[in-house]
């Protein structure tokens, strides 16, 4: 196997994952929500590789394709709303939008 | 034969269908017209059809048609069919006959009514379910018969439906007739259990193998139907209220059909009765009872219907006697001419009403002898019949009943005893109606509204010509048989209803002279104090008034009572608890919504966390486990 | 799949498809109606081939359409029809559901794709409950008869439909969850849902999870709370149907379902049920005498017509169950006409409470014939379809114990009583202050949609045979 041992690319991956859960929790702007997010998947899939890798298997890496699709719609819907919000002139801020409050 | 009897049966019924579909498209007096002919050609069928059977041998004049099978559940079957034999020919020729009478006389009297073609409707419909009742072959059709004679009572009892009295009093009648229904149908159930059929040979043929008690709890269900329908103790309160529906409605009611309808199931069902001995007893005692009461309460009236509907019960009292003590023959033979006499009191009252311009009261009515010499002349004669004065038709019948009475044992006169007190008191308020209404000097309300005659000659001629044919009726018809030398009526019946009691000549006798005389007396009473007034008329007691407190009792014994067990079951059980109940889920299931709302913030951030510690602890459990 | 059979499938395929179409496909507001109103017919025209075909000397399962669905699991389509009883109950489906939909059409109804789409919807779903072979299908068919029967209460009901739809919500769906879970652990134990091939069971904890969803569907007493309301806040047409039709689903379950496949339980239960029915039907009719406007006196004279019919079932003898199920035909005719006329009063008067009513015959000879015919009827005068049903049942139940019979008795003389208030209530008496001098008589519209309900209620007086002889075989 060629490259460093799997653990290195699992410490990286919890480090990617860890940074973006971070962001999504304590950032206000929806947009770096929506970065912190895609962080968090691009860790997710990192691992998905890095045991496809480790099994030589190839059901992880179809698994992570299936994750960037996810990923790209999940973008073009969350930019489309932030759009959205921008022209009715929202304030981005997560936390003034709580209308779903019980 | 049979084509004539169902010919008989089905012509009403055909009127009914034809003046309910055509409604508008025909002029009330059509109705009228297609109500009487259909009426009449039924009573011709019930004439052909006794012709055929007077042909034939006595032990061959009973037939049973069956059109279809109209109920077949489990194994229970039972046609729609017919009889004709004696008892249901007899029965045939008094409904049709009278009854087309009756149908022809409100043709004069229910002209200009606003809903006359709905009158004719019910008319008609009366008198099919009379014929159904005596026609049917088997006992789930003299039940529907039965039940469709009240239906047919509540119809015209409430005719005028506009008045909440006469809705009140139809309601009435129809339920308390409802409550003889349904002993009849108990009775019904048992034999189903028991002898699996409700056929008459079926049953009466089995009957023996039954244990007693079961014989007299059918007999008493049987009972029950019949006091319910003629007006006998303890189910009679409904009949003078009867009296709201308009005149000819009483007279069929009265004479030809309905209240007369407990005697015939007696008589019909006799073989179930002998078997339980002493519900036959029972049934004589309440007739007897009830023929005392109702001459009572007669005495005290002061309506001229209600009068003469209280002398109907007490008439049907001697019918129950007859059918009790087993005198079945003599029982049907003062139905018959209780008809003729009964029909034309009614018919005769009813032109007084007219004429009058729809006053009852008799207090406000005075000397019309002169004004009404004619109707003066029917009532007299309905009033001698009623009576019972020789050779009016009444004397013929009513004695033979009380002879066969004195032919019993101690319990049987002990019932004559009664019987004649009853006499005396039918000629006395017979007679003191007719005195107040006919003699003496014209009242107040009579000078101010003299009775008018008719300018349609088609009204008078059909008021007028069926209370004379009734007349002669009342007069004659009772000779038919004279007890002891010529009795036709019992051999007629003899192959039905064998009679279990004959009076000797000499009981005959005796209990003439002896009625004829109480009778007399009575009349002579009710001429001393009403006529010729010799005494003041003494005060009514309330009791009679009050007609026993009958009314008030039921109400308090099961009117109110339902009423508030409705009321306390809706608000003990079906408020609080079965509604109550669902409501208190639904109101659980909100507070604890309520609970739960405050874990929903709106805020997405608070969502992300509870996301991530559910995912660290998820974790930790996870190595934790391992 | 087999060939033959095919007229069941279409019969509850048809509906459905139609609902299908009516909420897709768009057409113009005035069609829908009318396109509705046919297809309904059409389902009469259905039965009326199915009723000619079925062969009732033979009796058993016929016009069987059968395909495998869900092979692991034992579940397959298969509907046909079981036994006479099934073949009226469809009928009185069919024809209930074609009065309504022309009653609806009359009334013009507002949102008309959504409304007759459910209306389809639900006829199809009714249908396939009748015919139903299979548990898993069956309880499919139940729920998807329900779900429209939510809406409609809620969408188009009076002014307190939603309390009305909580209620049956919450009662219907704790019946049909206990269903389903009996369901599931009889197709568990036999191997397969099929009722045909299933066998039966003995278990009577699988008979109460089914009694409980027809119980309460029925409804029988004490578990009526949802009925007032919902009869009551319901759209006219749609009370037709409720206690017309859906409460004889009820019924049809336990004659199908509980008495071929859990004769142990029905034999357990017997006496409980018994009574239950019995309070019921005293109860029932002594509210009905108190309740204070026309859809009352229906609703809870249901409710004692139910408990009559179930004492007829647990009679357990041929001759309370052919007279339980004539009766259950009677009483969705009569309940249907009576909720139709109900409504037809209300949309003249404005109100159906007896102390603004009265006095309406007066003037209007086609209302009060029709009310008086159907209100005789109802209160089981003799020798009507109702009374033949009524004696068989009482005649039936009589044999497990006379008091039944005795209870029965005396709610027949409770039902004169408050058919009669209603009657006179609604038409005789002095003229209610709602009732409007230029009220109108039934139109000739109203009148053809509830003369041929009646002249089906006069053709079984004349001829009560021709179902009860046709029952079981």
């Known amino acids: ?71 790209a719609s999940e973008v073009v819907v969350g930019l489309g709303l932030i759009v959205a919000m921008a022209r009715k002139r929202l304030d981005l801020d997560v936390d003034k939008l709580s209308s779903l409050r019980g | 034969m049979n084509a004539a009897a169902w010919t008989c049966l089905l012509l009403p019924l055909g009127s ?42 006595p032990d061959d004049r009973s037939e049973l048609s069956t059109a279809y099978t109209w109920l077949a559940a489990g194994n229970f079957k039972v046609g729609f069919s017919i009889l004709t034999d004696p008892l249901s020919m007899f029965m045939m020729l008094v409904v049709t006959g009278v009854g087309s009478l009756i149908v022809a006389y409100s043709l004069g009297y229910m002209d200009g009514d606003d809903e006359e073609r709905r009158y004719f409707a019910y008319m008609s419909l009366f008198v099919f379910s009379m014929l159904l009742l005596v026609q049917g072959g088997n006992l789930l059709f003299l039940l529907i018969g039965w039940g469709l004679v009240g239906l047919s009572s509540y119809l015209l009892i409430g005719f005028h439906h506009e008045r909440p009295s006469a809705v009140a009093a139809a309601k009435k009648a129809f339920i308390m007739n409802a409550f003889g229904d349904a002993t009849m149908a108990l009775a019904f159930f048992l034999l189903i259990q028991k002898t699996g059929s409700l056929d008459f040979d079926v049953v009466f043929s089995r009957a023996d193998g039954l244990s007693q008690t079961v014989l007299v709890l059918v007999a008493l269900g049987l009972l029950g139907g019949a006091v319910a329908k003629s007006a006998q103790l303890p189910l009679q309160t409904w009949l003078p209220d009867a009296m709201e529906g308009p005149t000819p409605v009483s007279a069929l009611i009265h004479a030809a059909t309905m209240v007369t309808a407990g005697v015939y199931l007696i008589v019909r069902t006799n073989p179930l009765f002998e078997l339980a001995p002493h519900v036959q007893e029972l049934a004589a005692g309440l007739g007897t009872a009830t023929l005392l009461m109702a001459g009572l309460i007669a005495l005290v009236q002061t309506d001229i219907k209600r009068v003469i509907a209280y002398s109907t019960m007490s008439q049907i009292g001697y019918m129950f006697l007859g059918a009790g003590i087993g005198a079945y023959a003599n029982a049907m033979f003062l139905l018959m001419v209780h008809a003729f006499f009964k029909a034309l009191l009614f018919l005769g009252a009813g032109i007084v009403i007219h004429a009058l311009g729809g006053e009852q009261d008799i207090r406000r009515m005075g000397g019309l002898r002169k004004l009404m010499p004619k109707t003066w002349l029917a009532m007299l004669i309905g009033g001698l019949a009623l009576a019972g004065i020789p050779p009016l038709s009444g004397f013929f019948a009513k004695d033979s009943i009380l002879a066969a009475a004195l032919a019993g044992d101690t319990y049987d006169r002990v019932l004559f005893a009664v019987g004649i007190v009853g006499a005396f008191l039918t000629g006395l308020y017979t007679f003191r109606m007719l005195f107040v209404v006919f003699g003496g000097e014209q009242s107040a309300y009579v000078r101010e509204h003299p009775p008018h005659a008719g300018h349609d000659r088609l009204v008078n001629w059909s008021m007028g010509l069926t209370v004379a044919v009734l007349a002669v009726l009342a007069t004659f018809g009772g000779w038919i048989q004279f007890a002891g030398v010529w009795t036709p009526i019992t051999d007629w019946l003899e192959p039905v209803a064998k009679p279990l009691i004959e009076a000797t000549n000499s009981q005959e006798a005796v209990a003439s002279i002896i009625s004829v005389a109480v009778g007399a007396l009575g009349i002579g009473v009710a001429w001393w104090i009403y006529s010729a007034h010799r005494m003041k008329a003494p005060r009514p007691w309330a009791v009679l008034e009050h007609k026993f407190y009958f009314d008030e009792l039921y109400n308090g014994l099961f009117y109110w009572p339902a009423v508030a067990l409705a009321r306390i079951l809706d608000w003990t059980v079906e408020g609080p608890i079965v509604n109550g109940s669902i409501v208190g889920v639904a109101g659980l299931t909100r507070r604890t919504g309520d609970w739960f709302r405050a874990l929903q913030t709106g805020l997405v951030r608070v969502y992300a966390f509870a996301l991530a510690a559910g995912l660290a602890v998820l974790v930790l459990v996870f190595i934790a486990v391992r | ?55 009732f000397d033979r009796g058993g399962l016929q016009e069987w359409n059968h395909a495998t669905w869900l092979k692991d699991l034992g579940v397959s389509y298969s ?44 006829t199809g779903a009714i249908v396939g409950v009748f015919t139903a072979q299979d548990l898993l299908l069956f309880y499919i068919f139940w729920e998807a008869m329900l779900i429209p029967l939510y809406v409609l209460i809620g969408a188009w009901g009076g002014p307190g439909r939603l309390n009305a739809t909580i209620k049956f919500v919450i009662y219907t769906m704790v019946g049909s969850l206990l269903m389903l879970a009996a369901v599931i652990v009889y197709g568990l134990q036999a191997g397969t849902f099929s009722m045909i091939d299933g066998g039966t069971n003995a278990s009577d904890w699988i008979f109460l999870g089914f009694a409980a969803a027809f119980v309460v569907k029925a409804p029988l007493f004490p578990f009526h709370g949802w009925l007032p309301d919902a009869y009551r806040e319901s759209p006219a047409e749609v009370s037709a149907v409720l206690s017309g039709v859906i409460s004889k689903a009820a019924a049809f379950g336990f004659l199908r379902i509980c008495f071929s496949l859990f004769p142990a339980g029905v034999q357990d239960f017997r006496t409980p049920i018994l009574v239950l029915a019995a309070i019921g039907l005293v ?27 179930v004492l007829g079932l647990f009679a357990t003898n041929n001759l309370g169950i052919d007279g339980a199920v004539l009766q259950m035909v009677n009483h969705g005719l009569i309940s249907a006409v009576l909720f139709l006329l109900a409504g037809a009063v209300e949309r003249r008067a404005a109100t159906g409470r007896f102390e603004s009513l009265g006095g309406m015959a007066k003037g209007r000879p086609a209302l009060a014939t029709v ?101 079981l075989g």
């Open chain 1, 1 to 71: 196997m060629l490259g460093p041992d799997t653990a290195a690319y699992l410490i990286v991956a919890a480090f990617l994952f860890t940074t973006g859960a971070l962001g999504v929790l304590v950032r206000r702007s929806p947009l770096i929500v929506l970065l912190s997010l895609e962080i968090m998947l691009n860790g997710a899939n990192l691992a998905l590789i890095a045991f496809s890798r480790h099994f030589a298997n190839g059901d992880g890496q179809i698994f992570a394709l299936a994750v960037m699709a996810v990923a």
């Open chain 2, 16 to 57: 009914t269908v034809l003046i309910t579909l055509l409604g508008g498209s025909i002029s009330r007096r059509a109705a009228g017209w297609i109500s009487t002919v259909s009426c009449a050609g039924a009573f011709a069928a019930a004439v052909v059809a006794f012709v055929v059977m007077l042909g034939r041998s």
């Open chain 3, 1 to 55: 799949m087999t060939s033959h059979g095919w007229i069941t499938t279409t019969m509850i395929m048809l509906p459905l498809i139609a609902a299908v179409v009516l909420w897709v496909v768009p057409m113009p507001r005035v069609w829908v109606a009318p396109a509705a109103l046919l297809v309904s017919l059409f389902e009469v025209g259905f039965w009326i081939e199915a009723l000619v075909r079925y062969d």
């Open chain 3, 79 to 122: 509907v046909g029809f079981y036994q006479g009883f099934s073949i009226w109950l469809v009928g009185l489906t069919t024809i209930v559901m074609a009065a309504s939909t022309a009653y609806g059409y009359w009334m013009r109804r507002d949102r008309p794709r959504a409304y007759y789409g459910l209306m389809l919807f639900l």
């Open chain 3, 283 to 309: 109860y029932g009719s002594l509210l009905a005498f108190r309740a204070p406007d026309i859809r009352g006196v229906v609703a809870y004279s249901s409710l004692a017509q139910l408990g009559l019919i």
């Open chain 3, 371 to 471: 009310l008086m015919a159907t209100g005789i009827i109802a209160l089981a005068v003799p020798g009507s379809g109702a009374f033949a049903g009524e004696f068989a049942i009482l005649a039936g139940v009589f044999q497990q114990g006379w008091l039944y019979a005795v209870v029965g008795a005396v709610a027949i003389v409770l039902a004169a009583m408050y058919v009669l208030r209603m009657i006179s209530g609604v038409l005789h008496a002095r003229k209610g202050p709602a009732v409007h001098d230029n009220a109108l008589d039934l139109r000739p519209a109203e009148l053809a949609i509830l003369v041929p309900l009646i002249g089906i209620l006069l053709f079984l007086s004349a001829w009560p045979a021709a179902i009860t002889d046709r029952v």
